[in-house]
T-cell receptor, first 120, second 108 residues
Framework: DAGVIQSPRHEVTEMGQEVTLRCKPISGHNSLFWYRQTMMRGLELLIYFNNNVPIDDSGMPEDRFSAKMPNASFSTLKIQPSEPRDSAVYFC??????????????????FGPGTRLTVL | TQLLEQSPQFLSIQEGENLTVYCNSSSVFSSLQWYRQEPGEGPVLLVTVVTGGEVKKLKRLTFQFGDARKDSSLHITAAQPGDTGLYLCAGADDKIIFGKGTRLHILP
């Protein structure tokens, strides 16, 4: 298995530009997570999809951020317009989330290599 | 809001020494995970602990989950340069919450 695939690995853009980050989860996983990592704030969950449906987007900073998952094998995180404070490493992770008798059990999350975003 | 506090934030020690890092919370989690992250890569899961008081060993690494399932520790025996990295703990319920990590550097 190729693991979680993210593209691009590095992105440098100017303030105000639109940025689109892409993620291909591991085949068979039903959940996908977008995280942002900075030295100051650590690893923050932005949004979480289960079966392609957004379940929790409470971590999305503001309306400039949007995420989609049109099918089980692809997701995008878009920032429009981008700002310097958005500079960070963005990770996508996938896992198998099981719901048995009303209890949610989250299996191992497998992370992609990340996209290092620099907004000038 | 559930928070995980990790300590110390940074630790630099000589090869061969022992060390312990901590992960504490005021919240109870159904399970707790430890990840290691190396530069330029995503976090990789080391272990999941589920039962209060549980102890798991992974070669020279010993993980313990507190009796009340609010805290955990990671002990490394005879640290080696290959142990260098960012160690993250994460509490899991219906989603996973990460601590900010302990950045460990082992000097040869």
């Amino acid at each position: 298995d190729a693991g979680v695939i993210q593209s691009p690995r590095h992105e440098v853009t100017e303030m105000g530009q639109e940025v689109t980050l892409r993620c291909k989860p591991i085949s068979g996983h039903n959940s996908l997570f977008w995280y942002r990592q900075t030295m100051m704030r650590g690893l923050e969950l932005l949004i979480y999809f289960n079966n392609n449906v957004p379940i929790d987007d409470s971590g999305m900073p503001e309306d400039r951020f949007s995420a989609k998952m049109p099918n089980a094998s692809f997701s995008t995180l878009k920032i429009q317009p981008s700002e310097p404070r958005d500079s960070a490493v963005y990770f996508c992770a996938s896992s198998l989330v099981l719901r048995i008798a009303g209890q949610v059990s989250t299996d191992t999350q497998y992370f992609g290599p990340g996209t290092r975003l620099t907004v000038l | 809001t559930q928070l995980l506090e990790q300590s110390p934030q940074f630790l630099s020690i000589q090869e061969g020494e022992n060390l312990t890092v901590y992960c504490n919370s005021s919240s109870v989690f159904s399970s707790l995970q430890w990840y290691r992250q190396e530069p330029g890569e995503g976090p990789v899961l080391l272990v999941t602990v589920v039962t209060g008081g549980e102890v798991k060993k992974l070669k020279r690494l010993t993980f313990q989950f507190g009796d009340a399932r609010k805290d955990s520790s990671l002990h490394i025996t005879a640290a080696q340069p290959g142990d260098t990295g960012l160690y993250l703990c994460a509490g899991a319920d219906d989603k996973i919450i990460f601590g900010k990590g302990t950045r460990l550097h082992i000097l040869p």
